[in-house]
């Protein structure tokens, strides 16, 4: 039993990891859920909501959080990804991985999949 485990490589594919972990999140977007860091906290769990709302000004993402709170994201077309729509505290958007962002607005953050195929 030992010698069949030696042989084995106990060290982890990171890219695969990544890889598993925005798939994983897109189709949880895909249902409602996207993973959320709400006032600070270090861990991502998958809590929060996400909606998406077509108005007069484009696209708008409501991103709700389990204590009912909720934050408005406007979708923009020019390159930035997503913008604050409520305009109470500015929107800071960072990608983390292949087709996924991550949002911070104040001490919270959101993770989204977006198309992040042109961005360097």
């Known amino acids: 039993m030992l010698l069949a485990l030696a042989g084995c490589d106990s060290t982890p594919d990171n890219g695969a990891l990544v890889e598993a972990e925005a798939r994983g999140s897109r189709e949880a977007a895909a249902d409602g859920r996207i993973d959320c860091a709400l006032e600070?906290?270090?861990?991502?769990?998958?809590?929060?909501t996400v909606e998406e709302?077509?108005?007069a000004d484009g696209v708008v993402l409501v991103v709700g959080r389990p204590?009912?709170?909720?934050?408005?994201?406007?979708?923009?077309?020019?390159?930035?990804?997503?913008?604050?729509?409520?305009?109470?505290?500015?929107?800071?958007?960072?990608i983390v991985?292949?087709?996924m962002i991550e949002v911070a607005i104040g001490a919270d953050r959101y993770r989204l999949p977006a198309n992040t195929g042109g961005a360097k």
Not at 40 to 48: H, N, Y
Not at 77 to 94: F, I, L, M, Q, Y
């Open 40 to 48: 600070g906290a270090k861990l991502f769990d998958r809590t929060c």
């Open 67 to 94: 204590d009912t709170g909720y934050r408005r994201l406007q979708i923009t077309t020019d390159g930035r990804g997503v913008v604050s729509a409520d305009g109470a505290e500015p929107a800071k958007v960072a």
């Open 53 to 55: 709302m077509t108005g």
């Open 97 to 99: 991985g292949d087709g």
